[in-house]
């Protein structure tokens, strides 16, 4: 096997000297030749660059391939027919190893001991996240060093079973495989006639047997290695060591004698710093632009850390301006299988709940086969509220729970839609997760999916015969069948263009005219390489001795073991980084900028500190430390300059919609105008009547922005209210007292029910709730998760939540047997809608409710509110207080309601007793009853409320115009509030406070207003 060995101590020595040559030589004859030839690169864009080089010198391209490590493993596994299983497989069955290392004992004391073992432990996080420790299962069977043996003593049982189902399977390892190659290829006729292998060096220490096998499949090799750096030379010179072990000595190229670098001091540096990714994409691409009007100019590259958003906006900003570029970064796009609904049915078969549900109906295109007549709206709705009556959102207890009302349409077709959904069992095998997933796939239409899970899985289905959890076999299926590829624009599309997008590891082994560095802020680049939970560093360093030896040319010759390789960790793998950053800064001969961010892309309201390497070449170039001042100088003078730039022009445009954008933001923020048609008001009224809840009115002086969004845009938050418990108690205790009067219809006054009455029929409506939930919960169980078994009782926390809800009824059931003089109840009392309430002047306030409870003294018709005396009770489950104190004077019972009333604490129930007298009522009482309050006597006369009548009159202003407004926080830090359904940007609360005040002066907070 003819192998020529050389070291270069530059990619243009090695060009000039070898490469040039080479190609000259063996482009005239490849076309004759039956065997390949070819040049092995280790990345794509290392392959773009010579070609371009060798296109400059005229030489053909026309029988030359090239090769990356991962095309010629393809090639050769081929030659011999051997196979490596995907990633995604072997994730799987390294996942069901560690779930067979999990399996529990029966006893329960067992159980529990075994939970805290740490082989348990380790098998459980494996099984969670397979990835990392697959990616030491790599390292070790690269490095040629056993695993069970020297690995964490946790996981060998893991691996023993990791290797019985490889071996059940067919599959192997890729590094294994890379060995099996060279040695398989021996008895092989050799592929290439000419192999030229180039740009590989100490962190190519995994592929160490792959190169070895193309050598072996090559009648002539040439390999072309590189110096030692000094950022990684102990790494760099095992690796040349080794070569020379086994191929003799190295020769040494020397440097061209026509070629004259610039010293390092004619090399201009230049500092680009951003606010964000977005100012420093545009600083980037006015630098390129600059350098290319330079004549000097030939090959200009612009580096970054790896994919995101950064490489995506410049490479935006250069296709606008039309550049032609070189994207070897690029972005992921969907393919075929990447839709709405895909991802909800994953979603959805690993969490049973409502969300995801609603999420997969909403997805589905063809919903209607499922919904029949049922729209998704209606859908949503009437599902919400059903969580809200029971509080548990599993589908298939909500499947129960609907099909049980059978005199509700819309809930039985409801049931009829969730009970065609079919999910996959908590746990089965292989085979059988593929056999229903066939059926459900069939059901939704997805028959290319299935083609691509059957073509994915047909070779070794039936190996795997081990039960697993569900949620195991629904992330490979999500993997498999993902379809997310990288894509680049057509101006991002030119490999010979003089720019070039890539990352700081394609850009070694590389010549630059002038070069962009990006990205360089702390903990971006160089990335850090965080010390592995499984391997520590100073166990890599001990390993990595004891595969060292001395080679055959003496002392300082050393070299790595015959069927070893280095294992390279996290000090070495940063050693590395930084050998390639000034590798790439060697290689540029002219000039050379440095970007990078101010603030924290994360974090908008924290610096970001520049990388220690940032700092070393700013110290070296302008002889002073860059500290947090002088980062914020060069973001100063980055943005002026910037400003000077054709491209900031042409971004800043002015534009009719840009301008009315101003307009709009300017509006909102006037403190000396009340609320526009920017702030949540109308411009002039619509011929629309608005009916608000009785609820909404109460929110309207706290959050009227929200009220209005829904009354006039028919608009909410669709998110979830993760606070459902307070709402839910409410809704149960409410249900539950509504039973303490026994009327034959509705909106019907009966005679008052003793105490004890009260208490038994409370207590009655309690259990009955409870039990009816307990039955649907045993009939909904075991079918679809393993948290759902037969005979198990209710969740702790349901329970807990219904005892809460039983203990706030009856202590309320408790306050309500209290009262005296007053014979007759009812509850539940329906207002007409809309509920009309005359202001006077022809002013009418329109609303919808429903009371709580009605208390009266004499039967005067029993089902209408025209009589003498009521008290009307409005319940709260929350510690709220009495609406006025018994110990004010009538000065401090005015004020004090009045706070009441512009907070929202009051609204509700001074509707509800204004409709009582619009309804015949003569004198109306008032109360709010809640554990802090009592029932021995009203709290309020109606007449106490109305006597603010500008309050009411400016509700129904509000009413009228349309005009609203914005108050309060659009997000607080520190309590629960809805979230807005629209993008909203906040306002500074005290300006917010100074427009209410004009548009709405008699619903001001006066004591808040205070400084």
């Known amino acids: 096997m003819p192998v020529s060995l050389h070291i270069a101590s530059s990619s243009a020595a090695a060009w000039e000297r070898i490469v040039f040559p080479w190609c000259e030589t063996v482009s005239r004859a490849a076309t004759t030749k039956r065997e390949l030839t070819a040049i092995l690169t280790p990345s794509p864009s290392s392959a773009s660059f010579l070609r371009s080089r060798l296109l400059e010198k005229d030489v053909s391209l026309l029988a030359v391939q090239f090769l990356t490590p991962q095309k010629i493993r393809e090639l050769l596994m081929r030659q011999i027919g051997c196979h490596v299983p995907l990633r995604e497989h072997l994730r799987l069955l390294l996942s069901i190893a560690a779930d067979e290392c999990m399996q529990l004992p029966a006893n329960v004391e067992e159980r529990s001991a075994r939970v805290h073992e740490p082989d348990y432990l380790a098998a459980k996080s494996v099984a969670r996240a397979p990835d990392h420790f697959l990616r030491l299962i790599d390292k070790f ?83 072309i290695l590189d110096y030692p750096r000094e950022q990684a030379r102990h790494v760099d010179e095992l690796w040349i060591g080794t070569w020379e072990e086994h191929f003799g000595a190295a020769k ?7 070629k004259e670098l610039p010293p390092e001091d004619r090399r201009s540096h230049s500092f680009l710093v951003g606010l964000n990714a977005t100012e420093q994409a545009r600083a980037i691409v006015a630098m390129a632009l600059s350098f290319l009007e330079e004549k000097s100019c030939t090959r200009l590259g612009i580096l970054f850390p790896g994919t995101g958003a950064l490489p995506r906006l410049v490479s935006d900003l250069l296709t606008k301006l039309h550049i032609p570029h070189n994207d070897a970064i690029g972005h992921f796009v969907p393919g075929p299988f990447e839709d709405m609904a895909w991802n909800a049915w994953l979603e959805l078969q690993e969490h049973h709940r409502l969300d995801p549900v609603l999420r997969f109906f909403k997805a589905l295109p063809s919903r209607a086969d499922v919904l029949g007549g049922l729209s998704i709206q209606t859908l949503e709705a009437r599902l919400r509220r059903v969580y809200s009556d029971i509080l548990i959102d599993d589908v298939t207890v909500l499947c129960e729970y609907c099909t049980r009302r059978a005199d509700d349409a819309e809930l039985a077709s409801i049931a009829e839609a969730l009970s065609a959904i079919e999910f996959l069992r908590p746990k089965a095998s292989f085979v059988r997760f593929l056999a229903e997933t066939k059926g459900i796939f069939a059901q939704w239409k997805w028959k290319e999916r299935w083609l691509e899970v059957e073509r994915l899985s047909q070779d070794w289905r039936g190996a795997v015969h081990s039960e697993f959890p569900r949620p195991l076999y629904l992330r490979w299926l999500k993997e498999i069948l993902s379809s997310l590829s990288s894509a680049r624009t057509t101006e991002g599309d030119h490999p010979y263009s003089r720019v070039h997008l890539l990352s700081y590891a394609d850009a070694e082994s590389k010549e630059w005219s002038h070069l962009i560095c990006t990205g360089l802020n702390q903990g971006e680049w160089p990335c850090p390489h965080n010390e592995s939970g499984f391997l520590r560093d100073d166990e890599v360093g001990a390993l990595n001795k004891r595969v060292v030896r001395q080679g055959k040319q003496g002392e300082g010759h050393d070299t790595v073991s015959e069927d070893k390789t280095l294992l390279l960790g996290t000090e070495q793998q940063r050693q590395i980084a930084v050998r390639r950053f000034f590798s790439a800064l060697e290689s ?45 100088q060069l973001r100063e003078q980055t943005r002026a300059w910037l400003n000077r730039q054709l491209l900031s022009e042409a971004r800043t445009e002015s534009t009719p919609d840009i301008r009315q954008t101003r307009v709009a933001y300017d509006a909102r923020r006037r403190a000396d105008q009340p609320a526009v048609e920017y702030d949540f008001a109308l411009r002039e009224p619509i011929n629309r009547q608005i009916t608000l809840r009785a609820t909404e009115w109460d929110k309207v002086v706290k959050q009227p922005a929200l009220i209005w969004l829904h009354a006039f845009l028919g608009v909410e938050n669709p998110e979830r209210d993760f606070n459902q418990w307070p709402m839910t108690t409410g809704n149960w205790v409410h249900r539950w007292l509504a039973h303490l009067g026994a009327a034959r ?112 003294r004499s039967l005067a018709n029993a089902s209408l509110l025209d009589r003498s005396q009521v008290w009307i009770v409005d319940y709260k489950t929350g510690n709220q207080k009495s609406l006025v104190s018994p110990s004010w004077n009538e000065d401090a019972r005015f004020a004090g309601l009045r706070k009441k009333l512009v907070r929202g604490d009051a609204v509700q129930l001074g509707l509800y007793g204004m409709a009582a007298r619009e309804l015949g009522t003569e004198q109306v009482a008032l109360s709010l009853l809640s554990p802090r309050t009592t029932l021995d006597q009203p709290q309020l006369d109606l007449d106490e409320l109305t006597s603010h009548s500008d309050f009411w009159e400016a509700l129904y202003q509000m009413q ?37 005040a004009l548009t709405h002066p008699a619903l001001v907070d006066e004591e808040e207003d205070r400084p």
């Open 960 to 996: 009228e115009t349309g005009t609203f407004g914005l108050l309060g926080p659009i997000r607080s830090d520190f309590s629960f509030a809805a979230a807005y359904p629209l993008a909203t940007l906040p306002i500074e609360e005290e300006l917010l406070r100074e427009k209410w």
């Open 252 to 258: 040494p190229v020397d440097e061209p004698e026509d």
């Open 588 to 632: 540029t001969t002219h000039a050379v900028a440095f970007a990078a961010n101010l603030l924290h892309e994360a974090a908008p309201e924290r610096f970001w500190n520049p990388s220690e390497l940032l700092n070393q070449i700013y110290f070296s170039s302008r002889k002073t430390v860059l500290s947090q001042e002088t980062m914020e």
């Open 745 to 856: 219809t509705q909106n019907e006054f009966i005679d008052l029910p003793s105490r004890e009455e009260i208490a038994e029929r409370i207590r009655e409506a309690a259990r009955r709730f409870r039990d009816e939930i307990e039955d649907v919960w045993q009939k909904a169980g075991g079918q679809v998760d393993l948290f759902f078994q037969p005979g198990r009782a209710l969740p702790d926390w349901w329970i807990s939540g219904w005892e809460y809800a039983n203990s706030l009824a009856g202590c309320l059931a408790q306050k309500l047997s209290a009262v005296e003089e007053w014979s007759e109840v009812a509850t539940e009392w329906i207002l007409e809608s809309p509920q009309i309430i005359s202001l006077g002047e022809d002013k009418k306030l329109r609303f919808r409710g429903r009371i709580d409870l009605i208390l009266a």
């Open 141 to 223: 069977s690269a490095a040629g060093i056993d695993l069970i043996a020297e690995g964490p003593a946790v996981f060998r049982g893991m691996i023993k079973k990791f290797h019985r189902h490889l071996r059940t399977c067919n599959f192997e390892l890729i590094y294994e495989a890379d060995r099996n190659l060279l040695k398989t290829l021996r008895d092989q006729p050799p592929q290439f006639s000419d192999l030229l292998v180039i740009g590989f060096n100490g962190a190519h220490w995994p592929l160490w047997f792959l190169l070895r096998a193309a050598l072996q499949s090559s009648q002539n090799s040439t390999i």
